[in-house]
């Protein structure tokens, strides 16, 4: 629920009342119309907001918003998941600047949110094992409105300050 609120607030737009009901599915109410779904609500919330998506982007986007939802939690819970949940994600980063290519989308700062906790918790030698997670984090905090609720995290390892340096 808290990236729900944190991508509407980056997006400037009114989530609603966010909750789950009694199938344990987001839900919120957008437009006098029930949204249920996490990627399906960050995806509402950013064309409510007028944030101009390709097909291409939204299709990959809900992608990335579903792999989160689904394996997010599981990932928080478990440390060796979390681990291999990550390791995905910068397999996919490896090619690109952001999740859907190289351009910044919607899926990217509701990704943010939600992988701050496994990120926060990685020490320095991990950063440089998930290097390009950390690049894309750095990409990601150096946007406006982002890290409005929680400081940026402290990614400052020597190959990252290299690959992406600090942003003016």
């Not at 119309?33 to 101009?52: D, H, M, Q, Y």
């Not at 989160?68 to 060796?80: C, D, E, R």
């Not at 997670?133 to 946007?143: G, L, P, T």
């Amino acid at each position: 629920m808290d990236v729900i609120k944190s991508v509407g607030k980056y997006l400037n737009t009114p989530v609603g009342t966010v909750c789950y009901n009694t199938d344990k599915v987001l839900t919120t109410v957008l437009d006098k119309e029930n949204v249920e779904g996490f990627a399906s609500i960050v995806l509402r919330l950013a064309a409510k907001s007028g944030t101009p998506m390709s097909q291409e982007q939204i299709l990959l986007s809900y992608q990335w918003l579903e792999h989160i939802a689904m394996y997010g939690n599981q990932a928080l819970a478990n440390p060796t998941f979390a681990k291999n949940f990550l390791q995905g994600i910068n397999k996919a980063l490896a090619k690109n600047t952001y999740l859907t290519g190289q351009a910044l989308t919607v899926a990217d700062i509701a990704a943010y949110h939600a992988l701050y906790p496994l990120i926060e918790r990685l020490s320095v030698l991990e950063q440089e094992l998930f290097m390009n997670v950390c690049r894309w984090s750095k990409h990601i905090q150096a946007q406006p409105r982002v890290c409005t609720n929680r400081p940026p995290l402290p990614l400052n390892t020597l190959t990252l300050s290299i690959l992406a340096p600090a942003v003016h």
